[in-house]
């Protein structure tokens, strides 16, 4: 069963504008993570936050965490045509060994 | 980082035929390996976790005796997918985690395949 629901399920944007993107989840969680897919390729990991933190960056990426709201946020700054990709976020369901992944948004960046 | 790799990429079989689909983790020991299928434009549904010398548990809804997964190894695990149907077609991806709890997975390519 999903855990997460993410929106939009859509964003498309042009090249510079910042891209965000919203998870929520529905039990407790140990962490949430997110992840990339270009089309029909594997997933790559971006970034993991722990549920005692709020804030994470990396790179041109920030994610934040409410545990209270049980919500991520995903931002992209200045977004690159390099950074059309579907992004997902996924929870551990309250710690049990697996991980479920949200419904995803697909980003499209135009030139 | 780590590299999960996954074969074959992609296969088309006529209905009624196996498939096995392997993942190897190529520099790193994967303790879990985590099947996933995926159709178009959807999320991922997680179909079985498999720890290596277990047996996989699978998720409510998916047969075990049509999808078939050993994990025998810490490096390698295989799904088989038995007596294929067109209903099967879809896009199956392994990923793998090493001995530490809820870290991050690293992904195979995925195989993408289409039952005749």
């Known amino acids: 069963s999903q855990q997460g629901e993410e929106d939009p399920q859509a964003l498309s944007i042009q090249e510079g504008e910042n891209a965000t993107m919203n998870c929520s989840y529905k039990t407790s969680i140990n962490n949430l993570q997110w992840y990339r897919q270009n089309s029909g390729r594997g997933l790559v990991h971006l970034i993991l936050?722990?549920?005692?933190?709020r804030e994470k960056h990396s790179g041109r990426l920030r994610v934040t965490l409410d545990t209270s709201k049980k919500s991520s946020s995903l931002l992209i700054t200045a977004s690159r045509a390099a950074d059309t990709a579907s992004y997902f976020c996924a929870t551990d369901a309250g710690g049990y060994n697996k991980l479920i992944f949200g419904a995803g948004t697909r980003l499209a960046v135009h030139p | 980082g780590a590299v999960v790799s996954q074969h074959p990429s992609w296969v088309i079989c006529k209905s009624g035929t196996s498939v096995k689909i392997e993942c190897r983790s190529l520099d790193f020991q994967a303790t879990t390996m985590f099947w996933y299928r995926q159709f178009p434009k959807q999320s991922l549904m997680l179909m079985a976790t498999?720890?290596?010398?277990?047996?996989?548990?699978?998720e409510q809804g998916v047969e075990k005796d049509k999808f078939l997964i050993n994990h025998a190894s810490l490096t390698l695990s295989t799904l088989t997918v038995t007596s294929a149907h067109p209903e099967d077609s879809s896009f199956y991806i392994c990923s793998g985690r090493g001995r530490a709890l809820n870290e991050k997975l690293f992904f195979g390519s995925g195989t993408q395949l289409s039952v005749l």
């Open positions: 498999s720890n290596e010398g277990s047996k996989a548990t699978y």
């Open positions: 936050i722990r549920s005692n933190e």
